[in-house]
């Protein structure tokens, strides 16, 4: 994976996320290439070659703290901080570091249990938090559609890890394929690893967009007598599927006083 140098784009950017003003990106691109990835259609390189790295995260991200109050900062939005690159740039470690000499924390999403490396800073900072996102019971069927991610296993073994330092955590069921995930076996998994599941069903802004081409062929091909039902559903959010759905995992709430914030 080539990781080239990104220079003047600011790091820090207002985050639209309730309870959160800014988010930090620690690259520019994701290899861990979801086919589903909201991002896709604004990718700058090709992510099976190449992303960019922010070209001197200690410094610019530091001038660019002095500017705002210590707060909570989003990590994950645009980009995983933790996908396999992290491993050697250290991008996100370095950012973490610069934000807790300063007062700051962070809230991080990502698919990866190398956010486990640094939960020695995350343990230091004031209520920093980590919400890790599953998608696929299979991992033959995680392939299909996450090229480069880790399998499911992995990443609820990080949940128990950050717990077990007494790292906030919570998880995200994303994104909900109709009639291919498996919503119920990843619920009875993820609940004794976090107080809130969050789950969020798969969302297509435009059908000509690169994520719905890519997600159009997987069905294609694997789904071959399925793939017009799973299309019709996505597309619709008044779909069946997703009433149905949402009054289990209402039920499911109730009946086991679980904490599960619905997007359906
Ligand atoms: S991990 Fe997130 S940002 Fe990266 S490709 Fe997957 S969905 Fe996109």
């Known amino acids: 994976m080539k990781v080239s140098n990104c220079s003047h784009r600011p790091i820090i950017v207002p985050c639209s996320l309730k309870n959160f003003d800014y988010q930090v990106d620690p690259y520019i691109g994701c290899e861990h290439y979801c086919y589903y990835c909201y991002v896709l259609q604004n990718a700058e390189t090709d992510w099976s070659k190449e992303i960019q790295a922010h070209e001197d995260m200690a410094a610019q991200l530091g001038q660019e703290l002095e500017k705002i109050s210590p707060q909570k900062i989003y990590m994950g939005y645009y980009t995983d901080p933790y996908q396999p690159s992290e491993a050697e740039c250290r991008q996100t470690r370095i950012a973490l570091e610069v934000m807790l000499e300063r007062g700051f924390s962070a809230s991080i999403l990502t698919k990866s249990d190398l956010v486990c490396r640094d939960i020695d800073i995350l343990k230091e900072m004031k209520d920093a938090s980590v919400s890790v996102s599953v998608a696929f ?128």
């Not at 719905?212 to 597309?235: C, F, M, T």
């Open 137 to 264: 019971n299979e991992n033959s069927t995680r392939r299909l559609f996450e090229a480069n991610t880790i399998d499911t296993e992995k990443r609820t073994n990080a949940l128990w890890k950050l717990q077990d330092a007494g790292i906030k955590t919570s998880a995200l069921i994303c994104p909900v394929i109709p009639f291919v995930t498996d919503v119920m076996p990843l619920i009875d998994s993820l609940m004794p690893l976090t107080e809130t599941i969050w789950i969020y069903g798969l969302s297509i802004e435009q059908t000509s967009g690169p994520n719905w081409r890519n997600v159009v062929g997987i069905l294609k091909e694997h789904y071959p007598h399925s793939h017009d039902k799973i299309k019709q559903a996505v597309l619709a959010k008044d779909h069946p599927y997703w009433k149905d759905l949402r009054e289990k995992l209402l039920h499911l709430q109730d009946k086991r006083g679980l904490h599960l914030s619905i997007h359906l």
